[in-house]
């Protein structure tokens, strides 16, 4: 069974970091580009980073660009969201998603993502 399996949520206080960790089963996503999605209660789904399939190339939503650093490791198959200077308009529940195709990761849309993970929930108190 494939899955995506987000982690590293959690509460934390404005100005501080968290890690979000996912990892995927099942089949192997090095050929594929990823990205990570937010969605803030009562919103839409929203791209936060998208990383190419080498992992060399990154793109990062304008509100989280300078805080936030997106990777990947390719052989223990997960990505990774490196979030610094959490502000309270960070708080949302964070989707790890594969991209359908090699260009996805900076397309910015959620319809060019197909796999989704369950998603991890990070809150930032002021």
């Known amino acids: 069974q494939v899955q995506l399996v987000e982690s590293g949520g959690g509460l934390v206080q404005e100005g501080g970091s968290l890690t979000l960790s996912c990892v995927a089963s099942g089949r192997t996503f090095s050929s594929n580009s990823m990205g990570w999605f937010r969605q803030p209660p009562g919103k839409e789904r929203d791209f936060v980073a998208g990383i190419s399939v080498s992992g060399r190339l990154a793109e990062y939503a304008d509100s989280v660009k300078g805080r936030f650093t997106i990777s990947r490791d390719n052989t223990k198959n997960t990505i990774y969201l490196q979030m610094n200077n959490l502000q309270p308009e960070d708080t949302a529940i964070y989707y790890c998603?594969?991209?359908?195709?090699?260009?996805?990761?900076?397309?910015?849309?959620?319809?060019?993502?197909?796999?989704w993970g369950q998603g991890t929930q990070v809150t930032v108190s002021s």
């Open positions: 998603a594969v991209g359908l195709y090699g260009s996805s990761w900076h397309r910015r849309v959620s319809s060019e993502f197909g796999f």
